[in-house]
């Protein structure tokens, strides 16, 4: 619905935006609200890593690991969604630093010009950037291959210059032409899939049902699972957004998956002291309990590549779950085609 607006949604306020949120999906986020103790599966989804595990226990084959034996793995990653984040830049620099960490920027196409020298000094502190699209107008996924690569072309020099490798969709959108087209621009890995999103319908999951980073043809995809401000749109009030999100970051650890933070620094997100102190609180949680190892995205993709040659990472085919049900329920005659409730390759492969 944004992506068709005759003109840029972030045109409207970034707090009448929330609110405009909150009302569309409130009928779809009651069954996330009232779940006993918030129950992680109904907004986490591992069903693929599982039926994988139990195949590579059978098989003669090495099952996924982290590096240095590390049993989850962890990535504070950021949306920029507009110009004038600087502050909130600033506040979210300074705490991964707190934790010894660095975290990825994506930065938007057409704003790359006034970020430019924050870009390059967030580069020289071992910070990481990358592309969010050239407008943040929510269409990249629903166009044609062609069409996604001539939209990013007025961009790609200067990207590349920035050392920009990866890409995250605008509102996690992803589709098969999508992940060909910026494998074809020369990225090496994408941030733009949630494992789970079930605002849309709450019995069935939009996600790609993995913590765990997979391949499409030669593009890595790691997963985001972690939007960090979702609960928000809940109306789950700011000092409760560590309890909502600790089952899952819990499960996450516990299935040997990747927490990928998602976080904004708009000020009416992430982008405010409050806000950064109940993201530390996850943070501290994910590095005290569960002692992840802690990778910055470009080394992942590459440890991907390199794990993906010895048999131990999945290649997906291109084509993200469409109307799966979710992992709790049985798989409906309303898919059609015979598909595979968990996952259907791009090529029609099950």
Request: neutral net charge.
């Amino acid at each position: 619905m944004s992506s068709r607006l005759p003109f840029p949604y972030h045109w409207v306020p970034g707090v009448w935006r929330v609110w405009l949120a909150k009302r569309l999906f409130r009928p779809h986020v009651r069954g996330v609200r009232s779940q006993p103790n918030r129950s992680p599966r109904t907004y986490a989804d591992g069903e693929v890593d599982r039926i994988l595990d139990d195949g590579f226990s059978t098989a003669d084959q090495e099952g996924w690991s982290w590096p240095d034996k590390k049993s989850c793995a962890l990535i504070l990653s950021h949306d920029t969604d507009s110009v004038g984040q600087e502050r909130g830049i600033e506040l979210l620099c300074q705490l991964a630093k707190r934790k010894g960490l660095r975290s990825c920027f994506s930065f938007v196409g057409k704003d790359l010009q006034s970020y430019r020298p924050l870009i390059r000094d967030l580069v020289k502190e071992g910070f990481e950037v990358a592309l969010h699209d050239i407008a943040h107008d929510n269409l990249i996924a629903f166009l044609s291959e062609d069409e996604i690569i001539a939209r990013l072309r007025p961009v790609m020099d200067l990207a590349r210059e920035l050392g920009m490798k990866g890409f995250r969709s605008p509102s996690w959108y992803v589709s098969p032409a999508f992940w060909a087209a910026l494998e074809k621009t020369g990225f090496s890995y994408d941030m733009s899939a949630l494992d789970s999103w079930p605002f849309f319908h709450p019995s069935q999951n939009y996600g790609v049902r993995t913590f765990r980073p997979f391949m499409v043809g030669g593009l890595v995809v790691l997963p985001n699972t972690i939007p960090f401000e979702m609960p928000w749109l809940a109306d789950i009030p700011l000092s409760q957004t560590f309890p909502f999100w600790r089952p899952k970051l819990d499960l996450i650890c516990q299935e040997g998956g990747l927490v990928m933070f998602n976080a904004h620094p708009d000020q009416w997100y992430c982008g405010n002291s409050k806000a950064v102190a109940e993201l530390e609180r996850c943070l501290d949680h994910v590095l005290e309990t569960h002692h992840p190892a802690t990778l910055m995205p470009h080394q992942l993709s590459q440890y991907v590549r390199e794990t993906f040659g010895r048999g131990a990472c999945v290649d997906l085919g291109g084509a993200p779950p469409v109307r799966a049900p979710r992992c709790s329920e049985k798989p409906s005659r309303k898919m059609g085609n015979g598909a595979n409730p968990f996952i259907q390759l791009g090529d029609e492969r099950r």
